[in-house]
């Protein structure tokens, strides 16, 4: 079956689905019968084009790759983004812009419009998933449509697949995890010597650190992701500006080589627990003794120890994930709903 794709973000995600598609597209048509075509691409100020025989990713990539325009790829779009995604003749639409913490947003107008319109959407941001979960899941449905957002949390680890298809019955009661991969790898490069400004300015060479830093350093990026675990997991109804929040930003070295000494590891640890017939979330920055399975979690892996009622304890995490993993969010999303599989 062939799916017509609108990509909307062309950032670093968004090229290495791009990248993915290329290198998987026989694979993808010969194992699955899916047929993928870019027919749009639009983004901040790099251009936004649309051809429906399909974008030429290679060109793209090149384009993008130089920082330049992606208008030689298709016909401009003239229209705003709304209408445009209304009209447009596509399947899917993939949503990769970057994330902001405020309820009224660009992006949830965007997904509306295309599930309103009938599109399946796809989406690694969790600004819009965090604040309109329970009605945009309503709106797909309604409209028959896919809606799934695995890359959100924890890039490429099933972690929506898992509680929500694979261990469909089972009830989260409360999850704690190291969710920031980037306030992570800061703390292991204090922990190995250098300063709060020397593990920053690591971070920011490798590309892990947000275009806007107060989303890593200040916690909020943890603690959107806190939210949305208790949201879309427990059935909460938090918003990042309310919950309990800590950043590493400034953190003291001493802090944490005194902690080592002492035999914990000082980490970002963002919580979700039933309270008062409620759901709460918290992220603190917290003294972890060894034995804690979050203690091994080290540069830029994630860990997610989530308590349920039927399997007790389950504890999950991936090991230094870089793009490549949450680009496979992405395409395991598109895969799902190609198979029918329309919500997680
Ligand atoms: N990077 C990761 O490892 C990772 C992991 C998990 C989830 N995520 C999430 O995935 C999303 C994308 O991340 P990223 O790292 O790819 O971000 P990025 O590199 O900053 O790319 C963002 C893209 O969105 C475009 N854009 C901005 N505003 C737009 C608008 N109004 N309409 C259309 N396009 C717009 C930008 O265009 P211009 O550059 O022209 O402005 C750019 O192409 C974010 O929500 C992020 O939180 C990222």
Redesign the pocket.
Known sequence: MGHRIVL???????QEFARLLLERRAELRREQGLEARVVAI?????G?VENAKGVDLRKALRLAGAGRSLEPCGRAIREE?VPFLRRVRADIVVE????RIAERQ?AVDHIRAALSSGKHVIT????PVVYHYAALRALARRNHAGFRYE??VM?GAPVFNLFQETLRGAHVESFEGILNSTSNFILSEIEAGRSYEAGVEAARRMGFL??DPSMDLEGW?ATAKACLLANVLMGGRLRPETVPRQGILGISASRVQEARALGRRVKQVARGWREDGGVRASVTVEEVPLDHPLAGVDGTSNGLLARTDMLKEIFISERNP??RQ?AFAVYSDLIAIHEGRLLP
Do not use: I, Q, S
Request: no cysteine.
């Open positions: 909307l973000g062309f950032g670093n995600v968004g639009l983004t901040g100020r790099h936004r983004t990769l812009t970057p994330l660009a690694a941001n969790k600004g890359g959100t890039d947000e275009a990026d870089g793009l949450t």
